[in-house]
């Protein structure tokens, strides 16, 4: 049989079976740990009518084949052979192989790379800078990641806080993106990733990297509100974009760290909280499950904001604000927006959301009084 075929054949009991019997411990809460970490941040899920094993502290994201390989030190054939002998599909010769006797690598403990072993490796690609790269080729690096327009209408400081965050992989023709401690060193190196199992494109994360550690926080006016978005693609839309913001690493980030926090540098800010809508259908289970873990994530974050909030917070439901961009049933995100736009000016991008918020507070207190 084909890994395809016997995934198939798996839902997500059967494969939280598998990694019970490896020794995973899968708590009803449903994160667990496949390393060794403080906090478990591994679950499993379902996408594309496959089910998916995801660890958001390392940046992996497989099927159970995957995952047997990764941290169980599996080959294709061996990770296979155990899938079919816990399915009873196996044959008599394969089902006589002794189930391997593999503890989890919780054992060995993975560490994390070095800043000059992440150093080492962010050196080998190519600043966005005509001296290495044409302008054609620069262009087609960042249309990839945001329309160019943006590049060309930001400001020094946006563009230059931009090439410090993106870089090019030559040997992938990838755009490759950096997110940073709050010390400033670089945590971890995202690659524009074009996945032909799932047939989409994905942010591929550095392995042996904490990609979910730190939130990436960017204040340029203390008078504007503070927009909190998700992930490295609204990142580095709002680095053009010179405004405010507090990007979350994920949308089950629950917990802001003294470090983070004080770049807000106690000044009081309103937030304006763009979140992701992943999903079209909100009557579906999935969107459902989705707004309830958004709701959730943003009750933790909110009460740690509390000494910064100026007046309110307000979650803005992008697909009801921004109805007249063209394919607004495409957006989810911030850099969505700008894909669908035709606004393709930094400037005015910016002051357009400004005024988005600035409107909506100026008729909702109108209207109080």
Not at 21 to 27: A, R
Not at 64 to 70: A, G, M, N, S
Not at 293 to 303: G, V
């Amino acid at each position: 049989m084909t890994f395809q075929e016997l995934n198939d054949l798996l839902d997500k009991e059967a494969v939280k079976d598998i990694l019970s019997n490896l020794g995973i411990k899968i708590p009803k809460s449903g994160n667990f740990s496949l390393r060794a970490e403080k906090t478990p941040s591994s679950s499993i899920y379902i996408s594309r009518g496959k089910v998916k094993i995801k660890d958001f502290g390392s940046g992996f994201n497989g099927d159970i084949f995957d995952c047997l390989k990764e941290y169980f030190n599996m080959d294709n054939t061996s990770a296979k052979q155990y899938v079919m002998n816990y399915l009873g599909l196996s044959d008599d010769e394969v089902r006589s192989i002794p189930q391997p006797a593999i503890k989890p690598i919780k054992e060995e403990i993975k560490q994390y790379l070095s800043q000059n072993e992440i150093l080492a490796v962010w050196n080998k690609y190519i600043p966005l800078q005509t001296k290495y790269l044409s302008a054609q080729k620069i262009a087609e690096v960042i249309d990839k990641l945001i329309p160019v327009e943006y590049f060309k209408t930001a400001k020094k400081e946006s563009k230059l806080a931009f090439l410090r965050a993106v870089k090019y992989d030559p040997t992938q023709n990838e755009p490759v993106v950096a997110t940073f401690s709050p010390a400033g060193e670089i945590l971890t190196i995202r690659h524009r990733r074009y996945k032909v199992y799932d047939n989409i494109i994905k942010w591929k994360s550095l392995k042996n990297t904490p990609a979910n550690k730190y939130t990436q926080i960017r204040i340029t006016n203390p008078a504007d509100p503070i927009f909190i978005i998700e992930g490295t693609h609204d990142y580095i839309t709002a680095l053009l974009l010179d405004i405010n913001f507090i990007a979350l690493p994920s949308k089950t980030y629950k917990q802001f760290k003294n470090e983070e926090l004080a770049l807000l540098k106690g000044n009081k800010y309103d937030f304006v909280v763009l979140p992701d809508l992943d999903f079209k259908n909100q009557t579906e289970e999935k969107y459902k499950k989705f707004i309830k873990e958004l709701h959730t994530s943003i009750n933790a974050l909110i009460p740690q904001l509390e000494a910064f909030i100026k007046d309110e917070v307000f979650i803005m439901n992008m697909r009801q604000v921004f109805t007249y961009f063209k394919g607004i049933e495409a957006v989810k995100d911030l850099s969505d927006l700008c894909l669908v736009s035709d606004m393709y000016d930094s400037t005015y991008m910016k002051i357009w959301l400004l005024e988005s918020f600035i409107y909506r507070e100026y008729y909702i207190k109108g209207v109080k009084k």
